[in-house]
């Protein structure tokens, strides 16, 4: 979901409160989200009820839906601390999301911050859609700054989700409120057990990732509350699905 200047026009308050709660307020309406509960440095992340992600300027994703609550499609495997600037650095953050033409230039430069060690590029030089449609990372994903713009890029490259073993507190947020992708959490560390290029099923009702190539099942965390916040589009979509806020 791209934001617009519009948003500031809402007379609603979007809060991120110390008891991982994302909430809307209003003198007459309010609503929280509970999300899982950090433990150490890693925060519980969610899985989702629907593989449909609402973007507001995004044409038709890679991604190929086998079933009404599944993803299937090429993985991309990262490490760990995998910060915003990797995700997006800081000189593409000029790009306004909610322009079209470059909310597409965002996506082409998603994850173009990562060392030359990853010898494969997410999106390939010339082309502003990816056709890894799963990002598999290791520990505190999402680190840094609080750019908003690392999910969107994510979200505009075509990507539909990230499974990772923990997230930076604010990327996953970040995820939520914009509807761009799933952050999803991994019961294991998935970054070591898959590769690049595989092509892996992540089934949201079931919470579970399926890699193809090696037959192998592996258990994900249950998103909870922000499921239907994301499918909806983010935060203030949602709200507005709902009734919280007066639709425009």
Do not use: W
């Not at 993803?71 to 760990?80: I, K, P, R, S, T």
């Not at 890699?211 to 589009?233: C, F, M, S, W």
């Amino acid at each position: 979901m791209a934001f617009s200047s519009s948003i500031t026009t809402i007379p609603q308050t979007l809060n991120f409160t110390s008891s991982n709660k994302l909430s809307l307020s209003s003198s007459t309406t309010s609503f929280h989200l509970s999300f899982p509960s950090f433990q150490s440095n890693s925060f519980k992340t969610i899985t989702t009820t629907s593989p449909h992600i609402t973007r507001a300027h995004a044409p038709p994703s890679p991604v190929t839906t086998t079933a009404a609550t599944s993803f299937h499609g090429l993985c991309y495997v990262v490490g760990d601390n995998i910060d915003t600037d990797q995700i997006i650095p800081a000189e593409h953050l000029t790009l306004v999301p909610s322009n079209p033409d470059e909310y597409q230039k965002l996506g082409s430069f998603a994850l173009i911050g990562l060392p030359d060690s990853y010898s494969v590029r997410f999106v390939e030089s010339g082309e502003t859609k990816t056709k890894y449609s799963i990002i598999i990372g290791g520990a505190n994903f999402g680190c840094g700054s609080s750019r908003e713009h690392a999910p969107v890029a994510l979200g505009a490259s075509g990507a539909a989700a990230v499974v990772a073993e923990s997230y930076a507190k604010i990327f996953f947020r970040n995820s939520v409120a914009t509807g761009e992708v799933y952050p999803l959490e991994s019961e294991t560390r998935l970054c070591e057990e898959c590769r690049t290029g595989d092509v892996v099923t992540v089934e949201l009702e079931e919470n579970r990732l399926i890699n193809h190539r090696t037959g192998k099942e592996y258990q994900l965390k249950p998103i909870g509350d922000a499921g239907p916040v994301i499918e909806a589009g983010g935060i203030f979509a949602y709200a507005r699905k709902t009734g919280m806020i007066p639709t425009r």
